[in-house]
């Protein structure tokens, strides 16, 4: 490697996981790299570690292009790269999750990514137990409760291995299931290891700081609900790999009654759903904002929202008063929602839209 591309990536490796700025000196470096042609086994170290970089920045369409190169990559020169056999696993399992984001991304795209990955864990000498792990979250993701429960049985009866997520992102991947089938209690008492402080990671609990307020405001717990999103937004702030657990922050104020905190929320990042790649987490913030605004009419009547001009425009919003953009977030969700159930083959989405905008 260049000199250039050697100080880049070190200056990335001196940042925590979840700095943004991470990312782009990663591609900053990919650039020159390619520029100064760089060798493909150079080029490979940096697109793996920009993988690492787009996963903990939210930048899901990088992720998916840089995976797939790198795979390509491994299959072709496997002898070669040998000692990479679990970096490409984990980094598939950062990438299987996110195929349920692109509604563009057929279910037969997603079934052959998966039986690709139980064949590749099975040559590699791993259990079934990340298949049906990622089949849960999968499932989950798409709507699909039956078989997240199912999955989750599965994935249950095999050893933890090498593979197998910390216990602090198993945790908030089934608290999140629970949240998302409205099992409050259930979801609280599975995060206990994460509320004590015993099961943390580069991601927990910010992740599952939103989801767990969302149960306590709707289980009448206030003073949790407001803690946790008080706790959730300082430590969310700026990466908006946490559009999702925003999005249920929003919720949990709506849901406490306490509005103006949550248009504030709402206000301060609709610009990450605007930018976000992630299709799915933008159809969260545009349910919760909908839920939101719909039950603040209700009870305030008239207001208006602060909605940066350009987004405004980008919209073709007439106005920012509080039903013009409570018209744009359902016509917006609706979209997005046919877009995935046309997909998944079931009707979750358009079900959570009704549930949002006939919420009392």
């Not at 992102?169 to 609280?188: D, I, P, Q």
């Not at 402080?197 to 206030?222: D, F, M, S, W």
């Not at 306490?258 to 605007?274: N, P, Q, T, V």
């Not at 008063?321 to 046309?342: I, M, P, T």
């Amino acid at each position: 490697m260049s000199e250039r591309v050697e100080q880049l990536m070190a200056e990335a490796a001196e940042l925590r996981k979840l700095d943004p700025a991470r990312l782009s000196l990663i591609q900053e470096a990919e650039r020159i790299a390619e520029a100064d042609g760089l060798s493909e086994s150079d080029l490979f170290d940096i697109r793996m570690a920009l993988c690492d970089a787009a996963v903990f920045s939210g930048q899901v369409h990088v992720l998916l292009v840089a995976f797939t190169w790198c795979c390509a990559v491994y299959d072709r020169r496997r002898a070669e790269f040998q000692d990479q056999d679990w970096s490409i696993l984990w980094r598939f399992k950062w990438m299987l999750p996110k195929l349920a984001s692109f509604p563009n991304v057929a279910r037969g795209q997603i079934e052959s990514a998966l039986e690709d990955f139980l064949r590749r864990t099975r040559e590699a000498g791993y259990t079934d137990r990340s298949y049906h792990y990622m089949r849960f979250i999968l499932a989950q993701r798409m709507g699909e409760f039956d078989e997240a429960v199912h999955r989750r049985e599965q994935w249950a009866l095999f050893s933890r291995d090498r593979l197998s997520d910390c216990l602090a992102c198993e945790t908030n991947n089934v608290v999140e299931f629970s949240v998302e089938a409205k099992r409050w209690g259930e979801a609280l008492e599975q995060a206990a290891p994460i509320i004590a402080g015993r099961q943390t990671c580069a991601e927990v609990p910010h992740a599952t700081l939103g989801p767990i307020a969302k149960a306590a405001a709707n289980l009448g717990q206030l003073e949790n609900a407001r803690t946790w999103i008080k706790r959730g937004i300082r430590m969310t702030a700026g990466n908006l790999a946490f559009l999702n657990t925003t999005a249920s922050m929003v919720d949990a104020l709506a849901a406490l009654g306490d509005y103006e905190a949550g248009l504030r929320l709402f206000e301060k990042r609709l610009r990450w759903a605007i930018e976000s790649r992630d299709n799915r987490d933008r159809l969260l913030y545009f349910i919760a904002g909908l839920a939101l605004l719909d039950r603040a009419l209700r009870s305030e009547g008239h207001f208006r929202v602060k909605i940066p001009e350009e987004i405004r425009n980008g919209a073709h919003l007439p106005d920012n008063d509080a039903e013009s953009v409570r018209a744009w977030l359902e016509l917006e969700a609706r979209k997005l929602g046919h877009a995935f159930d046309q997909r998944n083959g079931n009707g979750y989405w358009q079900g959570e839209i009704e549930k949002a905008v006939s919420s009392v």
